[in-house]
């Protein structure tokens, strides 16, 4: 079964408005979380780094003011895109690390698909 | 800074077929890398891990390669099914707790 959840998985909003997706860890604890979106026939792309406890530190070019995340606990990150846009209509997806070292295995949630109209 | 390139970016092959997708890095410096399954709509599943200590990998139907020294590794897919159509994503990690770069992709179809 999945251990990293993506909720929600699908999201129609209306321009102008907020929408949050939260990510959440299952079975273990993540101190860093990924955020990444993907525009149709590109590369997933990072977007920000979630680190529980502290600001998140974003890619250039990304609008911190505008794609807000909260990591508030190990199992949890969340991402708002505040006031969407048509063109923030994108694949979002988050990832989470477990293990140390050579074992460090990442996992991704399910992803969210999000249409601003 | 680290670039993935992927070819092809589309691959048809009737079923059965052997066949094998490339991808490039530009920077060796990598601690590993990471072939990925995302089906349309879809998130994404790990195929295979390889250390940078590593040259290949094995699971079931699947091989991947990895030459640091010239930045490439390939995935291999041994007789082909229509369940296998996908595309195939590969990332790299330049180092322990930092984010994966990805490539484009390769989209893979198999006709029965």
């Known amino acids: 079964g999945a251990v990293v959840s993506q909720h929600p998985s699908r999201v129609i909003c209306k321009s102008g408005t907020s929408v949050k997706i939260e990510c959440r860890s299952l079975?273990?604890?993540?101190?860093?979380m990924f955020w990444y979106r993907q525009f149709p026939k590109q590369s997933l792309m990072l977007m920000a780094t979630?680190?529980?406890?502290?600001?998140?530190t974003y890619e250039q070019g990304v609008e911190k003011d505008k794609f807000l995340i909260n990591h508030a606990s190990l199992t949890l990150s969340t991402l708002t895109v505040t006031s969407a846009h048509p063109e923030d209509s994108s694949f979002y997806i988050c990832?989470?690390?477990w293990g140390q070292g050579s074992g460090n295995t990442i996992y991704f949630g399910e992803g969210s698909w999000l249409t601003v109209v | 800074k680290q670039e993935v390139t992927q070819i092809p970016a589309a691959l048809s092959v009737p079923e059965g077929e052997n066949l094998v997708l490339n991808c490039s890095f530009t920077?060796?410096?990598?601690?590993?890398l990471q072939w990925f399954r995302q089906d349309p709509g879809k998130g994404l599943t790990s195929l295979l891990l390889?250390?940078?200590?590593?040259r290949e990998q094995t699971s079931g139907r699947l091989n991947a390669s990895l030459d640091k020294s010239s930045g490439r590794s390939t995935l291999y897919i041994a007789a082909s099914q229509p369940g296998d159509s996908a595309t195939y994503l590969c990332?790299?990690?330049?180092?322990?707790?930092?984010?994966?770069?990805f490539g484009k992709g390769t989209t893979l179809s198999v006709s029965s």
């Open positions: 990832s989470a690390s």
């Open positions: 920077d060796s410096a990598i601690y590993n």
């Open positions: 390889i250390q940078s200590s590593q």
């Open positions: 990332a790299v990690v330049n180092q322990a707790g930092t984010a994966l770069i």
């Open positions: 079975d273990f604890q993540a101190t860093t």
């Open positions: 979630s680190n529980e406890g502290s600001k998140a």
